[in-house]
């Protein structure tokens, strides 16, 4: 398949590459640029473990084609990283996440909710992160971390 020249910019930084026009978003971090925060779960929007900010609003990066992503502005994990939040914090101090896997389309998903919510609900956090699956902790520890954040007390 022929490829295409395509152009992001990925946590602050312009990056043109070519891709094949089936090539995904994720793909392209994980296996390119080497962006590994962005896991590989379901590859059928499914899990939430390939959340990426595209412009600003959350994304299934397995479900993007690279050419969709020509000019956009990608945020990863990784750039939120740097100045760790205080629900990035919050969830540190919790032990919130077992093994982690989950975390990084978690953390995505609840940070968009946060910027539009400041005082969301408990009903309101679930939905928020109910694209995002977690195998390993209920998702109590996650869900009273973010209460917590918002200034509210946990279950
Ligand atoms: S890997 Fe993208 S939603 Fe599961
Ligand atoms: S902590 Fe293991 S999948 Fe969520």
Do not use: H, W
Request: proline share 5%; net charge positive.
């Amino acid at each position: 398949m022929k490829k295409v020249s395509i152009q992001f910019k990925l946590n602050g930084v312009l990056r043109q590459l070519k891709a094949a026009p089936n090539d995904t978003l994720l793909e392209l971090l994980r296996d390119k640029l080497g962006v590994k925060s962005p896991k590989t779960g379901c590859d059928r929007g499914d899990c939430g473990t390939c959340t990426v900010f595209m412009d600003g609003r959350t994304v299934r990066a397995c479900l993007v084609l690279a050419p969709e992503a020509d000019g956009r502005e990608i945020t990863t994990l990784e750039a939120i990283s740097k100045n760790p939040s205080p629900l990035q914090k919050e969830f540190a101090k919790r032990n919130s996440f077992q093994c982690g896997f989950c975390a990084p389309g978690i953390v995505l998903s609840a940070t968009e909710l946060l910027k539009k919510n400041k005082r969301p609900t408990r009903e309101e956090i679930q939905e928020a992160i109910a694209g995002n699956l977690c195998r390993c902790t209920g998702y109590t520890p996650i869900i009273e971390a973010i209460e917590a954040v918002a200034g509210k007390r946990g279950a």
